[in-house]
């Protein structure tokens, strides 16, 4: 990858459903896409970037890792692109959209707390008035996701739910929700192979941290996508979908300790598709 990219070669990323979208006056706190498909993700100011960086070139070159680095996109190092005549550093990432031509994607953030020892009790404060109910009663939240609604063919574009829909969620109805992002209703035939992959894939992230001792993953999330043009009525053709964990700001060592907190979070995550979705559609 190279040091430097033109920025005429980047454009917002459309398919972003978590946090703030770039522009140009507020270019740190968004995703750009190269026209190659590279995800670009702002180096924020301060300890957070450098954690971030940090932790995916760790991963990039420590071979004990390798679990890890399965479940996270593919990173491609630093580049630097000049924006209102200023230069930023960005982290170069894999697009798990990719090859999709309807993503459905949703960012479940994990854990019942979303903030790392040692920080303020400003951002502690902060944290724990975001998402109270779906945290305290989940262990995760939903801070955004998009959804191509198939049983509305007229829809070009996909229905977005920002974080503000997230905030005001009724714990009570989180289970709806992803029955309105996975197209339950569309009575779609491969629905079921759709919602036991996504288990699946869940159940690999659940089972690695059942034992992983390296970190402690705050504020961090998991990205679900799939892309709905493959859903059909072929119950024996396979929906394209991939599941990544990304958000990595907040990482913290664990100190020999299993990470508790984004167990019980995933855990939740697992089981409200395997004992509410798999079987219901």
């Keep these: 990858m190279a040091k430097w990219l033109d920025s005429d070669d980047l454009l917002p990323y459309d398919n972003q459903v978590g946090g703030h979208k770039f ?52 990173y491609y190092g630093t580049v630097t692109v000049q924006i209102n005549s200023i230069d930023m550093t960005f982290i170069v990432l894999d697009d798990i959209t990719k090859g999709m031509k309807k993503p459905c994607v949703m960012d479940v953030k994990i854990g019942s707390q979303t903030w790392e020892p040692g920080c303020s009790e400003k951002k502690k404060n902060d944290e724990n008035a975001k998402y109270t109910k779906c945290k305290e009663q989940w262990s995760f939240c939903i801070p955004g996701f998009q959804v191509y609604d198939l049983l509305n063919s007229n829809l070009v574009q996909p229905q977005k739910y920002d974080k503000e829909f997230g905030k005001s969620l009724d714990p009570g ?4 929700v992803f029955e309105t992002f996975l197209n339950l209703n569309s009575g779609f035939l491969g629905l079921e192979k759709l919602v036991q992959n996504f288990t699946t894939q869940l159940d690999h992230i659940r089972r690695y941290f059942q034992t992983q001792k390296h970190y402690h993953f705050y504020s961090s ?36 300790k299993i990470d508790l907190n984004y167990l019980q979070g995933i855990t939740n995550l697992w089981t409200l598709f395997r004992t509410q979705l798999l079987h219901n559609n």
Excluded: M, Q
Excluded at 228 to 256: C, K, M, Q, W
């Design 23 to 74: 522009t140009k006056e507020k270019p740190l706190l968004g995703l750009l896409k190269h026209k190659e498909g590279y995800i670009l993700k702002s180096v924020e100011g301060g300890t957070k970037g450098k954690n971030e960086v940090r932790f995916y070139e760790e991963l990039l070159k420590n071979e004990s890792l390798i679990n890890l680095r399965k479940l996270v996109p593919l």
């Design 173 to 176: 109805k989180v289970i709806s």
């Design 221 to 256: 999330s998991v990205l679900l996508a799939y892309d709905a043009e493959t859903l059909t009525n072929d119950e024996n053709t396979y929906p394209l979908l991939r599941v990544s964990l990304i958000d990595f700001a907040h990482v913290t060592p664990a100190d020999g």
